[in-house]
């Protein structure tokens, strides 16, 4: 069932990649940012500019909606006092329009000591400033009376876009010089997503939301990959052999004595040391057509611009990309 829907956030990572899903669906998609400055979705969808912090702002460009995707992000730095405040006033927007929220969640909420595989049962116990924060984000919304909220929740993102994740800013920054850098043991288990799988997979709930209880926790399964897997899959994908660089934590960790972001991104270290993977199921259940873009192919559109011989033309074929669920 399609609607009316407004992505927050939609300058950044899964707020661009929810817009396009959603329209690609049919959906009526309103795109909500600070400002646009020529940068953005394209004209399928609607752009708003307007501030999430103000409540009364927020609930008036939401009004009409059936759903509210919120992909707000702020800087690592400002967690502790954006992440509240954007919480209240989702949650204000979404009791006075009735419409569900739907959340991109990440694996920050398990901490150092999780689990090989991670479900919806799995206990949330974080170690991290960020994964407590996002705990207690979670819960508001589970705890808010009137809400219905809808988590989905994956690994770390690629995607072709160069947006600073790990896979487009580190990983891959010296491809075009054979070069790939992996910050964690080339042996452990990493879980990855597809960053237009995952907004096809939001789209997809959202359109049997109503099936679903106030509060719903699914895990977005991804590729879980150890980091010699993914370096093969890039390998495949650009057509070369690679040397493989590491990332020197210790030196990541004393530039953090001075610089805030830095420090952020050194206190989540364990998410490359600690195996893990993120169990599907339940999505699968609910999603049952749904159909994961293959690694190869996701990897070759997440690397074909990063080398001018990338090799994608022969690795996809229309036939082997989802067009819908």
Not at 254 to 283: C, F, N, S
Request: hydrophobic residues 45%.
């Amino acid at each position: 069932m399609q609607g009316n829907v407004i992505v927050l956030g939609a300058k950044g990572r899964f707020g661009r990649a929810g817009v396009d899903a959603f329209v690609n669906r049919g959906w009526q998609v309103r795109a909500l940012a600070r400002n646009w400055d020529g940068e953005g979705p394209s004209g399928r969808a609607g752009r708003i500019r307007g501030d999430a912090f103000d409540s009364e702002n927020l609930a008036a460009a939401c009004d009409g909606c059936d759903v509210i995707v919120n992909a707000l992000n702020p800087p690592y730095p400002h967690w502790a006092e954006d992440l509240p405040r954007l919480t209240t006033s989702v949650i204000a927007a979404a009791r006075k329009t009735g419409a569900t929220v739907m959340i991109p969640g990440n694996v920050y909420n398990y901490g150092d000591a999780m689990p090989a595989r991670l479900t919806a049962a799995t206990p949330q116990t974080p170690t991290t400033r960020k994964g407590r924060l996002r705990v207690a984000m979670e819960r508001a919304f589970a705890a808010a009376p009137d809400v219905r909220t809808i988590v989905l929740r994956a690994g770390d993102f690629m995607e072709r876009t160069a947006t600073g994740n790990w896979f487009d800013s580190q990983i891959t920054k010296n491809l075009a010089r054979g070069s790939v850098m992996y910050p964690g043991p080339l042996d452990q288990i990493h879980a990855w997503a597809y960053l237009p799988d995952m907004a096809r997979a939001i789209a997809g709930l959202a359109e049997i939301r109503h099936s679903f209880a106030a509060f719903e926790d699914f895990g977005f399964p991804g590729y879980s990959l150890t980091g010699q897997e993914l370096v093969d899959a890039i390998a495949l994908a650009s057509g070369q052999d690679l040397t493989i660089k590491g990332l020197p934590w210790p030196l990541l960790r004393l530039a953090g004595l001075v610089m805030p972001q830095i420090r952020e991104v050194a206190e989540m270290a364990y998410l490359w040391q600690t195996p893990h993977a993120i169990d599907g199921a339940k999505l699968a259940a609910a999603l049952p057509d749904f159909r994961a873009t293959p690694l190869a192919l996701a990897i070759a559109d997440a690397v074909r611009d990063k080398v001018v011989a990338a090799p994608f033309s022969t690795l996809t074929r229309t036939a082997d990309l989802p067009s819908d669920l």
